[in-house]
């Protein structure tokens, strides 16, 4: 009897917890993702993870780290097709999130899509394009989040190669359905990345 007293008092308690809400943010662009949640005043870096810091090899020698060639430390990584990938992982997360009925809230989304253009006359085009892919992306979000505030933004730059999609959301939700959200999400995505990877092994080796 004591036993499913506690079993009950555990459970009840994980069922308040789950029912607790935090903020977040997402954020994607050409650097990469980005999440933080948001309880009270703490700001919690979900991803990327802080990488530790590495140590001195000697202890008490007063020796330090081996520093890194500057070209290693000047050098920039070469900018991401970010929209490719918003393409493949948004349905995803806007499968993920529908499941939870729209209780994902979304108090402030920003999206900047911007075209890439040589000259005046693909400039035209480029924006034609653009609304092509905001027609896709725009209603995905509305029909499986509940966004309030909404700014949605078309650029040209003349010195891309390639279109880019930035954005980023304040999210309001539950801990249960982050959960739910993450564990829905984080399989279909897993197996999407091993793809992509096995893809990118198989043109490598060609």
Do not use: W
């Not at 662009?29 to 993870?49: D, K, T, W, Y």
């Not at 993450?182 to 197996?191: D, I, N, Q």
């Amino acid at each position: 009897m004591k036993a499913l007293l506690i079993l009950g008092a555990v459970f009840f308690g994980l069922l308040l917890f789950s029912q607790v809400r935090v903020g977040g943010t997402v954020a994607y662009a050409e650097q990469g993702l980005q999440i933080l949640i948001r309880v009270g005043p703490l700001r919690i870096r979900v991803f990327p993870v802080k990488k530790k810091k590495e140590r001195p090899s000697g202890p008490g020698t007063g020796a330090k780290p081996e520093r890194k060639c500057k070209a290693d430390a000047d050098a920039v990584p070469e900018p991401k097709d970010t929209l490719e990938l918003v393409r493949q992982f948004l349905p995803l997360a806007a499968d993920a999130a529908g499941s939870l009925q729209k209780r994902i809230r979304v108090d402030d989304l920003d999206l900047t899509l911007t075209m890439a253009a040589s000259d005046p006359a693909m400039a035209a085009a480029a924006f034609g394009g653009a609304n092509a892919i905001l027609g896709m992306v725009i209603p995905l979000l509305e029909n499986n989040f509940n966004i309030r505030e909404r700014k949605i933004r078309t650029a040209v730059d003349f010195d891309r190669h390639s279109p880019v999609i930035a954005i980023r959301a304040a999210l309001s939700l539950s801990i249960g359905q982050g959960i739910a959200f993450a564990v829905h999400f984080g399989l279909r995505a897993l197996g999407l990345l091993i793809k992509r990877n096995r893809e990118a092994k198989a043109k490598t080796a060609a």
